[in-house]
């Protein structure tokens, strides 16, 4: 009997990690959840932000770059730095853009084309244009340690 328990309650935290939700339900709201309101509080940057990753993984120009990356890990980091940017009080915690982005020759057509993605996402998620724009404009001062100098 216990060793029934044992093995479903093994099966159980298996299927959860093997689908994901067990990230998704360890995820708490941000301390100013209503500044993100507009994206669906956290939760809702982390769906925008796995959907944008899964994009840029099948975006034939840029999406070499992100092979090898892990998509959870990639979409938290980005929507604490979302969150904190919007106001929602969360807290950054990962590289430093210039460092993170040096020597992977960023230009602005691969920046676009990323911007591109994450307006698609938020599009899918059915965020306001008007919050969407919020975003990028935090967003758009960014690329001047993205993007490697002298490129087009
Ligand atoms: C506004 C635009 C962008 C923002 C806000 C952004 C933000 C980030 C963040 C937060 C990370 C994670 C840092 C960490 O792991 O500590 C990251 C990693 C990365 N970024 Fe960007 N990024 C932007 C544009 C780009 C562009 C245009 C490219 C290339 C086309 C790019 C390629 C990458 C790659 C390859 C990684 C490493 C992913 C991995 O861990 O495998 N990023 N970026």
Same mark, same amino acid.
């Given at each position: ?5 044992? %093995? ?8 959860? $990690? %093997? ?10 709201? @941000? ?9 669906? *509080? ?11 990753? @899964?994009? &840029? ?5 840029? *999406? ?10 990639? @979409?938290?980091? &980005?929507?604490?730095?979302?969150? /904190?940017? &919007?106001? *929602? ?11 993170? =982005? ?6 602005? =057509? =691969?920046?676009?084309?990323? $911007? /591109?993605? &994450?307006?698609? @996402? ?31």
């Amino acid at each position: 009997m216990k060793k029934r328990f044992y %093995s479903l309650a093994l099966t159980s935290a298996i299927l959860l $990690a %093997s689908t994901g939700y067990a990230q998704t339900a360890s995820i708490k709201p @941000a301390p100013n959840e209503s500044a993100i309101a507009g994206f669906g *509080g956290y939760a809702g940057l982390m769906k925008i932000n796995l959907d944008l990753v @899964a994009r &840029l993984k099948l975006n034939p120009r840029i *999406g070499a770059l992100f092979k090898e990356t892990d998509a959870d890990r990639l @979409a938290r980091q &980005l929507s604490d730095q979302f969150c /904190e940017l &919007l106001g *929602g009080g969360c807290t950054y915690s990962g590289a430093d853009m210039k460092a993170v =982005h040096q020597g992977m020759g960023v230009k602005t =057509h =691969h920046f676009n084309s990323l $911007a /591109e993605d &994450l307006q698609a @996402a938020m599009d899918a998620a059915g965020v306001a244009q008007s919050e969407q724009f919020r975003l990028i404009a935090k967003l758009a001062p960014m690329k001047r340690d993205i993007v490697e100098a002298k490129s087009d």
